[in-house]
């Protein structure tokens, strides 16, 4: 079964500076997807970005980027220029085709003033 | 607007009354799932349907029932809850033709307690 590992329970960041939120997952499946999405308070789940594993260059979305190790089964997120509103959990996620999301613990991500 | 909705958003009750938490998206998906979010654990996959009339037991089924009769609809049901199910809830959608992205789209969640 495929599994999912956030090994940060907690990270901060101060405001303009970068984080990198670290993914790693288990699988013996060649052909997947990965996500990272975003729950701010108001609990909603939103999509932050996605990378297809066959795809070799990293997804980027603005201030989001990803570090995309396939061999190495790691995926993490970078967040640059941080804000404020980027305080939230974020969870890490897996989904091979037609089958189930698996998602991580989540990183609780606090941005300071 | 493209949206899943779950209801009631909010839910107090006690042992052993059922309750049926209504799941509805207006995107045409194939997929829908069931998913509980507890502090530490992440989301958990509690059933899932690739189509109508098609389901299957996810990671933490036990307590619960599901059914899909129409595309659009997935409610979930709690036959005789029991606090160990207090937990927030999301019902989740995704399209499985081509070209599958493979992203789920969420509702706003279901926060129940049982008393």
């Known amino acids: 079964a495929q599994t999912v590992t956030q090994s940060q329970p907690e990270m901060s960041v101060q405001e303009a500076e970068t984080v990198t939120l670290s993914c790693t997952y288990d699988t013996s499946e060649s052909d997947y997807y990965l996500f990272w999405y975003k729950q701010p308070p108001s609990r909603q789940m939103i999509l932050v970005i996605r990378q297809e594993a066959y795809k070799q260059q990293n997804a980027t979305e603005n201030r989001f980027s990803v570090n995309f190790q396939k061999a190495a089964k790691s995926f993490s997120l970078k967040i640059s220029d941080s804000q404020l509103g980027d305080a939230a959990m974020y969870f890490c996620a897996y989904r091979s085709p037609r089958a189930k999301l698996v998602f991580g613990a989540g990183t609780i991500l606090r941005v300071k003033s | 607007e493209a949206q899943v909705t779950q209801n009631p958003r909010y839910l107090i009750t006690v042992t052993g009354k059922k309750l049926t938490v209504t799941c509805s998206q207006n995107?045409?998906?194939?997929?829908m799932s069931w998913y509980r979010q507890d502090p530490g654990l992440g989301l958990r996959q509690i059933y899932y349907s690739m189509n109508v009339e098609v389901t299957d037991k996810g990671d933490v089924p036990e307590g619960y029932k599901v059914s899909r009769k129409e595309k659009r609809n997935f409610p979930l049901i709690l036959e005789s809850p029991s606090p160990n199910q207090t937990s927030l809830y999301f019902c989740?959608?995704?399209?499985?033709?081509?070209?599958?992205?493979?992203?789920?789209?969420f509702g706003e969640g279901s926060r129940l307690t049982v008393l």
């Open positions: 995107m045409n998906h194939e997929y």
């Open positions: 989740a959608s995704s399209f499985d033709g081509h070209p599958n992205t493979g992203e789920l789209f």
